[in-house]
């Protein structure tokens, strides 16, 4: 709104009004229609053909399909060489019924409109969406405790996180304000890529092994879903030097004391220690972090203490339940 800068010199109007007077003419033209075209964007027959070939694999594979494209019950009946031999057949193949079934594979692998194989797409859909369903599956118990952030790239960053506020301080009538500061202190964070990769081979599709979808490229997607707890649970148990050049877990007052330097088994006794310790932790300016305890984590050796501590309506501490106190780890 430049345009409105000599008027405010000129008439010598208060930044404040200026301040009012611009974010009105802002709001106006934000307010003004403004004329879109209305596109609508349909799927080919060639797009068609393929999300229900892919569909039909996949269900013909075993693999459950929410909402499968149209045609897709029709297209689970075919083999590998049969849906081979219908690609080439849509390209304009004619030969398709006279040729070998490892003529039909390899041909069809190879050709393709604009370039693009619908074999190759189609078996390529098939093995990304296994993998997801694989993914989705996996125990990713990460997801209960952590959060989930994103990077726009491959470089370092850093995620920043403030310090609590400072106390509030009394003040007498007349006295000064006294300023409070609110540190910051952050962790290097970077993305890294992890791959492998599997070859298809002519003597599996030419024996229609659909375990290759149900099984081999599930596996894959769940092992990849492992792999992310396996590295969030690994950031604990390394127990690495944080920014400040501090463990996470150490018994010092630097962290609070939330290192227990004797093992103990899960009981009302050890988990209570550690309550404790938590609500006790303070920030780098001594103020009294509050944190309240949410999660209880353990390994499978722990898995039945764990889960009759949370669940017991009585204390569990004693062989017997005869004491009679109430358990206060209990849901």
């Known amino acids: 709104v430049s345009e409105l800068a000599n008027k405010f010199i000129t008439e010598d109007v208060t930044l404040q009004r200026a301040q009012e007077v611009v974010l009105e003419k802002i709001a106006e033209r934000q307010a003004a ?91 390529d859909q098939a093995g990304n969406k296994a993998i997801s369903k694989g993914f989705a599956q996996a125990q990713q118990s990460w997801r209960i405790w952590a959060t989930k952030g994103s990077l726009p790239n491959l470089e370092s960053a850093r995620r920043v996180n403030l310090d609590d506020a400072p106390e509030m301080l009394e003040v007498d009538e007349g006295e000064e304000i006294k300023h409070g500061t609110i540190g910051d202190k ?8 992890l791959a492998r990769k599997i070859r298809i081979t002519r003597r599996a599709l030419l024996a229609d092994d659909l375990n290759l979808f149900s099984r081999l490229f599930a596996k894959f997607g769940a092992r990849a879903g492992n792999l992310i707890d396996a590295v969030a649970y690994g950031v ?14 150490l018994d010092t007052a630097a962290r609070g ?75």
Request: glycine share 8%; net charge neutral.
């Open 33 to 123: 229609p403004i004329a879109t075209a209305r596109i609508e964007m349909g799927a080919t027959d060639v797009e068609k053909f393929r999300a229900a070939a892919t569909d039909g694999l996949l269900m013909r594979s075993g693999i459950v399909v929410a909402t499968p494209a149209a045609g897709a019950e029709e297209m689970r009946k075919l083999t590998f060489k049969t849906l081979a031999r219908e690609c080439l057949r849509r390209q304009g193949r004619n030969d398709v019924y006279t040729m070998s079934d490892t003529e039909a594979l390899e041909l069809a692998m190879r050709s393709g409109m604009m370039g693009t194989s619908d074999f190759n797409y189609i078996l």
């Open 186 to 193: 952050g962790e290097a964070i970077q993305l890294s890529t």
């Open 236 to 249: 604990l148990t390394a127990n690495a030097n944080m920014a400040d050049g501090s463990a996470l877990f």
């Open 257 to 331: 004391n939330n290192l227990a330097t004797t093992n103990a088994v899960v009981s009302a006794t050890s988990v209570d220690i550690g309550y404790q310790r938590m609500m006790a932790q303070k920030g780098s300016n001594g103020t009294p972090l509050g944190i309240v305890p949410r999660y209880l984590l353990v390994g499978p050796k722990n898995r039945v203490n764990a889960h009759i501590l949370t669940t017991s309506m009585q204390d569990v501490t004693s062989n017997s339940n005869a004491n009679g106190n109430s358990n206060a780890f209990s849901d």
